[in-house]
């Protein structure tokens, strides 16, 4: 069974540019995460949908931050504009079902430094 | 809002000892709780899923025990092995996570 892909692997920007990052989950899991890891620390949880709607974003800066799951499957995480302190690692996970009790699985992140 | 806490940040230990993992979380009303094993530069690995109708779970040289009424869970790793060196963390119900323990096994 494919796990979660996650591309790019590594992306350096400048700040005040524009990046986005993209999940394809293991197929039929329903639930989506989206992680943002600074260096030491544990992730942060920025959003989760179920399907493609969201059931979480209360961690989410909208103001700079985007995430679009559109047909329920594959999802984008957008920053626009950067800033040096979004640089760190970005982590999509996946579970099968809607209910709190189901396995997560996590793809291998992509590492984005902000210069 | 749900807190999570691990203890130590770091522990190192020779290898083959036994060695238990600390989380602790502030809202006893959860549904499961998970430990995950991270390696430098790599995404996270689940380990064991307790739910909440559940004390403990093992798998291999690993058990994860769960208390909901003290709000802890411990993962207990046996006869420990250089391969074991990671970072653990545990994460409960919507995947709130610790800042994890960062584990040195040395040969």
């Known amino acids: 069974e494919a796990g979660v892909a996650q591309s790019p692997r590594y992306k350096i920007i400048e700040k005040r540019q524009s990046v986005a990052f993209w999940c394809n989950p293991i197929?039929?899991?329903?639930?989506l995460y989206w992680y943002q890891q600074i260096l030491g620390q544990g992730p942060k949880l920025l959003i989760q949908f179920q399907n493609n709607g969201v059931v979480d974003d209360s961690q989410l800066p909208k103001d700079r931050f985007s995430a679009e799951r559109l047909k329920g499957v594959d999802s984008t995480l957008k920053i626009q504009p950067a800033k040096l302190e979004d640089s760190a690692v970005y982590l999509c996970?996946?579970?099968?079902?809607?209910?709190?009790?189901?396995?997560?699985?996590f793809g291998q992140g992509t590492r984005l430094t902000v210069v | 809002k749900q807190e999570v806490t691990q203890i130590p940040a770091a522990l190192s230990v020779p290898e083959g000892e036994n060695l238990v993992l600390n989380c602790s979380f502030t809202d006893s009303a959860i549904y499961n709780l998970q430990w995950f094993r991270q390696d430098p530069g790599k995404g996270l690995t689940s380990l064991l899923l307790i739910q909440s109708s559940q004390r403990e779970q093992t798998s291999g040289r690993l058990n994860a025990s769960l208390d909901k009424s003290s709000g802890r869970s411990t993962l207990y790793i046996a006869a420990s092995q250089p391969g074991d060196s990671a970072t653990y963390l545990c994460?409960?119900?919507?995947?709130?996570f610790g800042a994890g323990t960062r584990l040195t096994v040395k040969p």
């Open positions: 197929s039929g899991h329903a639930t």
């Open positions: 996970a996946s579970s099968l079902g809607a209910s709190l009790n189901t396995e997560a699985f």
């Open positions: 994460a409960v119900d919507d995947m709130r």
